[in-house]
């Protein structure tokens, strides 16, 4: 009997402890997780409504037109933004419709970080001051469909190295590439027929200008290269007519400047502080010289300023046969006389009436008619 009890309790124990079954309960803390197994990222909607017109695609700013969507803003601290690469696509569906990206509006990006931005086909038009102080701004790939490029668009892009103009752009709006200071090279494309005032003012590290050919420009506006100090040689594009007040003041090494033989116009201080300019050569075809105050004010014209503080100039050759009149006034007449006039044979008579002589206020050491 004693035995049968203790065998009975024994059973019950091991029945109640589980003795001889495998009833481990696996927690969380006893599970090891497999180390090359990551946890997938929560992916994030690349789309955040606005309002009824405006919402965000990839941190960049769209909004609703009736031509379709206009690019006009970004989202600070965005993931996208913060990468600094922007490639805008050439149309976006959302809500519903399909709809194509036809601007970039004003300041749509003024003060990012953006590094390159890429535009696509579909856009037709750059607003004002749209990459205005955009430091980073390196690469900028534009359409070729661009026709409309707002003043300043890329004024104060300190980094900007590389841009390829649109072949279909007409002009180069006013302080476009205002100290661009990094920019070193740039192409003209054919289609441009006026290049505005301050275009590329104070980019100081500009060697190279190329006009692609046949070039329809006629016109570069006041102060349009000014300050450019690394300009050392340059060539006017054979149909440019006009060079506007103090185009080039300020180019310290610019020493070789070939003209063409279309120019009608020079502009008052147009070759202001050129100190390593050389030579110069005034085309038959000019009729107008200096500055327009002048001419308005006296009848007469400054001749003086257009080649003012040019501290290393020695041979100016006029082929004008019909010189305007000069205001008493040649060149620096604070310099040494340091400079030879050549004129054409048989005109010194009239180049005297006019007010060419050598004067006591004058730089010009000789004149020669020679030409």
């Known amino acids: 009997m004693n035995k049968t009890i203790r065998l009975l309790t024994l059973i019950l124990c091991c029945i109640i402890c589980g003795c001889g079954e495998n009833n481990d309960v696996e927690t969380d803390s006893d599970i090891v997780k497999n180390p090359s197994e990551k946890e997938k990222p929560v992916i994030k909607s690349e789309f955040e409504k606005i309002d009824d017109l405006n919402f ?202 070939n003209m063409n033989d279309k120019l009608a116009s020079i502009g008052g201080k147009a070759f202001y502080d050129c100190q390593s300019l050389l030579t110069f050569t005034i085309p038959q075809t000019v009729h107008s010289l200096g500055s327009s105050f002048s001419t308005q004010l006296y009848g007469q014209v400054d001749i003086g300023e257009i080649w003012f503080n040019c501290i290393s100039l020695k041979d100016v050759f006029s082929y004008m046969k019909y010189p305007p009149e000069n205001r008493n006034f040649f060149w620096d007449k604070d310099a040494a006389p340091h400079i030879t006039l050549h004129i054409p044979k048989g005109q010194l008579q009239k180049y005297n009436q006019r007010k060419w002589e050598i004067t006591s206020y004058s730089s010009l050491k000789t004149i020669i008619d020679d030409l």
């Open 56 to 257: 965000y695609y990839r941190d960049i700013k769209y909004t609703i037109d009736s031509d379709g969507l206009h690019v006009s803003g970004w989202k600070k601290n965005g993931d996208y933004i913060k990468s600094g690469i922007i490639i805008i696509p050439s149309d976006i569906e959302y809500d519903g419709r399909i709809r194509q990206v036809k601007a970039v509006d004003s300041k749509a990006f003024h003060h990012s970080d953006i590094k390159k931005i890429e535009l696509p086909v579909t856009v037709r038009s750059i607003g004002d001051y749209a990459f205005w102080v955009c430091e980073k701004l390196d690469t900028v790939i534009l359409s070729n469909k661009i026709d409309k490029i707002g003043k300043e668009a890329f004024g104060y892009c300190s980094n900007l190295h590389y841009i390829t103009l649109p072949g279909s752009l007409q002009y180069i709006p006013e302080k476009m590439f205002y100290e661009c200071i990094s920019l070193e090279s740039i192409d003209i494309p054919k289609s441009i027929g006026v290049i505005r005032e301050d275009a590329f003012r104070n980019c100081e590290k500009l060697k190279n200008v190329n006009f692609l050919m046949p070039s329809m420009l006629g016109e570069f506006e006041s102060y349009s290269f000014s300050n450019c100090i690394s300009l050392e040689s340059f060539t006017l594009p054979p149909n440019l007519s006009v060079i506007g007040s103090s185009a080039f003041e300020g180019c310290l090494k610019l020493k070789e400047f």
